[in-house]
Every structure is written in structure tokens, then in C-alpha cells.
């Protein structure tokens, strides 16, 4: 029914028009839009503005009485930076830090007055050149020089090593996007079991296509990540499953709203605490705690290992993957199931209620 216009009518106050035209839903929803923009502002800025080590794991080899010694003082450095710790020898070293178990290893000389730093730009170029800076100094001080070797090093086509991050995001984004889009085609909840699981089926193919896609653009066609290419498809493959269940689980759960709260989670939290532009040593303690247990951070985390590191230290970041790959089916299957409610059984008629 329209409003007459006739030369009768009252006119609609104002109020009454921005009533109509902002309703209290949409009100709450641009409210929660102005909530999360905030937190976006608060949390990348929280994270990223002020990069400085805190207790980054480094091996100490030298003579074990040196090594007690470098151990203590690097321990008592203000600020706490390093979690030092003595290392059998440089061999040990150079393994421990493939295996992603320290950050970076000091090999004292005893004979001369040059020390060697190992580190892994593969890792975080940030971090590589924070530990670079602070032992210069720490051996400034003890009047000794420092020459820098590169464990693993980044590709020259990876600017900063940040392509990782960058490719781990994109994963990241279309899987919350393409679950948005297939929850709410038609509904906001899932009404019925096989509706939930032809969505999850939906998510599998899209998540194979877009690893493959991811794989192919950071390798054969940009060069950026030139090693790893299968095992990159298959972790984009997870990731973007991981993400696109869990966002179809929050959507069953809390309806449109689990659209922002997957947000949250995963852009909001999960970039600036995944140690792309920010490795975890360098971020505050925060962002640093929960990055691991977020798809952005666990994501980026094996994305480094799969190149630049062997595939070493990837147990950690697939189950924490496959947790929110599990967790994501199993809740929406189940609150698709509890939120089934059967029709209404069809009226009997007279003629029918008198058959045999």
C-alpha cells in the first residue's frame, strides 16, 4: 500500500521518512560496520606501528664457557629481545634454524675478533635485518666485528619475503567471500542438512581451484615463490576450505552477523598478527600469542616452510588448519540439522479421512 499524495494528505515528518528509510536492523548492522572499522584501525595499527624484538629464539655456539657467558649477557639486554641458548656446534645451528626452532644462531670465534650471525631472510626479511642491527651492536660493544651469512635466503623475485603473506591473504579472502556469497544466495541459514553439505561440497571445489590458481600466478607465472609449487596448492587448498567452513559455521550460528565475526577473525586479528610484513619476535605480545592459532598466521607460517625451508616445521600449521577445517564442517552440518523444522503435515480431508 502507498501513502496518498492527494491534496489532503498530511506530509510525512521527517523522522518518519528516515525511519523508513534507515531501518533498526540496518541501523545495527552499520553499527557493527563502524565497530569493526575501528577495530581494523586499533588492531593494525596496534600491531605493526612500533616493530621491536622480543624474546627471538638464537643459538649461541662457542666454548662452553664463552657460551655461558654471551648466553647471560644476551640475556639481560634491555627490553628482553633474544631467548638465547647454547648450541652444540655450528652444523646444529644451521639445522635448528631449517627446522624454523630458532630465528637465528651467533658462532663465536675464540681465536679471532669476527663472529658470525646466521640467519633466514626466508623467514621474515624484518626479522633477518632486526637481529642483523642488534648484534652489530651487542659486538660493537665488545669491540669485535660481525659478518652475516643467510641460511635461507629469499628468493631475489620476493621482495621483502612478504609474497607468502600476500598469497596466504588472498587465500584467506576468497574463502570468507565465496562462503558469504553461498550462505546467503538464498537465506542467511542453512535450512536443511544437504543444502549445509552441498555448500561445504561448493567450498571443496572452489578451495582446489583457487590453491591451484594461487600456486600458479606466485610461481610458473610471476616467479615470486619459484619452489614448492604442489605443496603450495595444497596448502592454499586448505586454507581456503578452512576459512569458507568456518565462515559458513559462524553464518549458522549467529545468521548475517557471522559474516562480521568471520572479519574479524581473519582480517581484523589475522593479518597483522600472521608475521607477514611483522614476524612474531618483532610483533607486540598480543598479536604474537594469537597469530599461531589463526589461519592468516598458521597459513603464512607454512607458505615460508613449504619454500624456503623443506617443508620443516609444518606440523604445527596443518593441524591448526584442519582444526578450523573440522570444526567449520561439523558446526554447520550440526546447526543445519538442529535448526530443521519438518512442514506441516497435509489436512486430511473427509473424503480421504474415510478410507481404509
Not at 52 to 63: C, I, S
Amino acid at each position: 500500500m502507498t501513502q496518498s499524495t492527494g491534496p489532503g494528505a498530511r506530509p510525512r515528518s521527517f523522522p518518519g521518512e528516515v525511519r523508513d528509510a534507515v531501518t533498526p536492523r540496518a541501523t545495527l548492522l552499520v553499527l557493527g560496520v563502524i565497530a569493526l572499522m575501528l577495530l581494523f584501525i586499533t588492531s593494525y595499527v596496534g600491531a605493526l606501528h612500533h616493530p621491536a624484538l622480543r624474546d627471538a629464539p638464537v643459538g649461541v655456539v662457542a666454548p662452553p664457557s664463552v657460551a655461558k657467558e654471551t648466553v647471560t649477557r644476551l640475556k639481560e639486554l634491555p627490553g628482553s629481545p633474544l631467548d638465547p641458548r647454547a648450541v652444540a656446534d655450528e652444523t646444529t645451528a644451521r639445522r635448528q634454524i631449517e627446522d624454523r626452532d630458532i630465528d637465528g644462531a651467533l658462532v663465536v670465534d675464540p681465536e679471532g675478533t669476527t663472529d658470525t650471525l646466521l640467519v633466514a631472510t626466508g623467514g621474515g626479511t624484518t626479522l633477518a635485518t632486526a637481529l642483523e642491527r642488534l648484534f652489530t651492536e651487542v659486538e660493537r660493544d665488545e669491540r669485535r666485528a660481525l659478518r652475516v651469512e643467510d641460511v635461507a635466503p629469499a628468493s631475489a623475485q620476493d621482495a621483502n619475503g612478504l609474497s607468502s603473506f600476500y598469497l596466504v591473504v588472498g587465500w584467506c579472502v576468497g574463502g570468507y567471500l565465496c562462503a558469504s556469497i553461498l550462505a546467503i544466495s538464498s537465506g542467511a541459514r542453512a535450512s536443511t542438512p544437504r543444502r549445509a553439505v552441498i555448500r561445504l561440497g561448493a567450498m571443496a571445489v572452489v578451495a582446489v581451484l583457487g590453491g591451484l590458481g594461487g600456486a600458479l600466478l606466485v610461481g610458473p607465472a610471476l616467479d615470486a615463490l619459484p619452489d614448492g609449487f604442489a605443496g603450495l596448492w595444497g596448502l592454499g587448498a586448505l586454507i581456503i576450505f578452512a576459512v569458507g567452513a568456518a565462515t559458513l559455521a559462524l553464518q549458522a550460528v549467529l545468521g548475517v552477523i557471522g559474516i562480521g565475526v568471520a572479519i574479524l577473525l581473519v582480517v581484523i586479528l589475522g593479518n597483522p598478527s600472521a608475521g607477514g610484513a611483522l614476524p612474531a619476535p618483532l610483533l607486540p605480545p598480543f598479536w604474537a600469542a594469537i597469530g599461531p592459532a589463526l589461519p592468516p598466521g598458521a597459513g603464512t607460517w607454512a607458505a615460508r616452510s613449504i619454500v624456503y625451508f623443506r617443508g620443516n616445521g609444518l606440523t604445527g600449521p596443518l593441524l591448526v588448519l584442519s582444526a578450523w577445517a573440522v570444526a567449520g564442517t561439523v558446526v554447520t552440518v550440526l546447526m543445519s540439522a538442529l535448526r530443521r523444522r519438518p512442514g506441516p503435515e497435509p489436512a486430511r480431508t473427509a473424503h480421504g479421512s474415510g478410507a481404509s
